[in-house]
């Protein structure tokens, strides 16, 4: 680290020259006041139906709570909104808005499993089955109580039955009806829906009575606790029960069904009920049944369709509007910067080549010094690697080459021949060593000595095989870049001789444009990942990266090593 004074100095002039800027703060309280007020609105306008405010005024609360970072809030919003979407049939712009909400999700809490149930009624309302299920399953996942997890565990049944895998509905909405805490007062509008999805599910299977008999139960519990919007769902269902065995019932229901929903103004529930009017009346009020049907539907898909523009409307009016904000406070963020910056440009600009001619000077110094330990580590690790290699292997082949030659008979033409065999065993093992320290020739005989090297490593133990060597054009390469290749497939060969024991071992080259890759692979014992620095290739590993080049080990317990290395050329 420097210390000079004159560093000290120069800092000090900076200090003084920057003057402390009076920044307005983000009055954050005001903000959220703001979007609190949205909020409140939004859910006023949402509960009175009138569902463009209510978009409107949510959306106009998220801009609020972005500029204070409120994610909890911006959640809400966006939830409201895509919940707004979908209510008025805009199935493909909810799943956008939601979309929109995940990157604020940081935990699993209810607005997760909230957002993956919209996520999967989108796509039940869509036929996409298959994903909603997905959908409804990681709303599950994100519920940690009994009564949040009611709502995705009905829907799963509901896709069930209209994928006609009532068996897999009946099975959850059992499991469903046997928890002690659905006949709790507080979830008796959540058992009604079980009751009346599981009597709709049997009654689809074929087992007419006992569906019967739960989408009666389901149906009065209903009206026990007041739950009008949920009768209507139990009316159809009682219609469509009664649609091929008893018309007048049917036509009841169905009227029932028709009133409730058009009190709601729920659209989709009133076709569904005039439609079974329609089916079971061939009187008079057959055609007056069909032209209501005509009418509320072609009406519904303009209605819709202008909902759905006037949702998209709303989103582009707030961006342009937030944009423009954001560009007028960016220029005017860039003026006062400009000013600030004529200010200080002559300082800087002496302080810079004072630092410049400093800084040169000082990394002259530091790159000397580097390049010099760099040289007395290479040497020690030289020597260190020399002394182990003898100690390790050659002492070991010269002493039993001795103690062969002190306990045998050297007259006899076998002990000869096998002591002649050890010896040239040693001979082999100094050349080994003084190759692998040995200064590399970089020149036009590098691929052909490289390929020397790596061919010492065969024995009758292991075969090694070479792919595609000559196929890379060796003299556009760096030649720090081949040293570096040359001692890293050394290190990983004396690795797999020590470690691996591998009875294959094949190295594959490839070149590219700009790149070369090797591939090294070996069958041998492999190890765990967590032993390959203790097995010495963390120096490997380092070489490469030296050169901004990458290398990947692959390995398991007896299952091999794999080594891929990477360099630009």
């Known amino acids: 680290m420097l210390r000079s004074p004159f560093f000290c100095f120069l800092f000090f002039l900076l200090f003084l020259s920057c003057k402390e800027e009076n920044i307005k703060p983000v009055d954050s309280k005001s ?27 949510f959306n106009k609360s998220k801009i609020a709570f972005e500029a204070v970072n409120d994610s909890a809030n911006i959640v809400f919003n966006l939830i409201q909104m895509a919940q707004i979407q979908q209510v008025n049939g805009d199935y493909y712009g909810s799943k956008e808005t939601l979309t929109e909400a995940l990157p604020y999700i940081k935990n699993k809490d209810v ?24 959908y409804y399953q990681e709303a599950l996942k994100d519920c940690a109580d009994f009564e949040c997890k009611q709502p995705p565990l009905n829907n799963i049944a509901v896709v069930y039955v209209q994928q006609k895998k009532y068996d897999e509905a009946i099975k959850v909405l059992e499991s469903s009806l046997n928890q002690k805490l659905l006949n709790t ?47 209507i769902e139990s009316n159809l269902h009682l219609a469509e029960f009664y649609s091929k065995t008893d018309s007048k019932k049917s036509n009841q229901y169905a009227q029932s069904a028709y009133e409730i929903a058009t009190k709601f103004n729920s659209v989709d529930e009133r076709l569904k009920a005039l439609s079974f009017l329609i089916s079971n009346d061939t009187g ?7 032209q209501k ?17 006037k949702f998209a409307r709303i989103k582009y009016d707030s961006k342009k509007e937030k944009d423009e904000n954001q560009k007028l406070r960016l220029q005017k963020a860039e003026n ?22 400093l800084l040169l000077l000082y990394l002259r110094k530091f790159y000397q010094n580097r390049n010099r330990i760099e040289k007395l580590e290479t040497a020690y690790d030289t020597e260190t690697r020399i002394a182990k290699d003898i100690h390790d292997e050659l002492a070991n082949d010269v002493f039993h080459a001795i103690t062969y030659t002190q306990t045998q008979s050297l ?7 096998t002591l002649l065999q050890k010896l040239n065993h040693i001979y082999t093992r100094v050349r080994g060593i003084s190759r692998e320290n040995n200064s590399i020739d970089t020149g036009i005989n590098y691929a052909v000595n490289l390929k020397e090297m790596l061919s010492t490593y065969n024995s009758d133990k292991t075969n090694v095989l070479i792919n595609s060597i000559e ?34 071992v094949v190295l594959k080259f490839e070149s590219t444009t700009n790149t070369i890759i090797i591939n090294y692979s070996d069958n041998g014992k492999g190890c765990e990942k967590d032993q390959i620095v203790k097995n010495g290739l963390q120096n490997m590993e380092n070489r490469i990266l030296s050169i901004k080049g990458t290398i990947t080990f692959e390995t398991e317990p007896d299952k091999g090593f794999k080594v891929k290395i990477s360099m630009p050329k």
């Open 293 to 309: 049907y005509i009418i509320i539907n072609d009406s519904i898909i303009k209605i819709r369709n202008n909902f759905k523009n």
């Open 411 to 417: 007259t006899k033409d076998e002990v000869k021949e």
């Open 31 to 57: 903000i959220k006041t703001e979007g609190l007020n949205f909020r409140k609105k939004g859910i006023e306008n949402f509960d009175n139906k009138n569902f463009n405010s209510a978009f409107y005024n």
């Open 336 to 357: 006062e910067l400009s000013l600030q910056a004529a200010n200080y440009q002559r300082i800087f600009f002496i302080m810079g080549i004072v630092s410049l001619f």
């Open 284 to 290: 008079n009020k057959h055609a007056q049944y069909a």
């Open 185 to 231: 007062e507080p979830l008796f509008a959540n058992k009604a829906r079980v009751l009346d999805n599981l009597g709709y599910a049997y009654f689809k299977k074929g087992l007419d009575e006992k569906g019967l008999s739960f989408m009666t139960e389901g149906y009065q519990l209903r009206k026990q606790v007041d739950d009008f919007y949920g009768s």
């Open 111 to 134: 607005y997760s499993a909230a957002i993956n149930n919209f996520f999967g009624i989108a796509d039940k309302e869509l036929s996409l089955y298959i994903d909603a299920i997905y």
């Open 471 to 504: 196929k890379v054009n060796w003299e556009s390469i760096d030649e720090i870049k081949k040293v570096t290749i040359q001692r890293v497939l050394q290190e990983l060969m004396v690795n797999m001789k020590k470690h691996s024991n591998a009875p294959v």
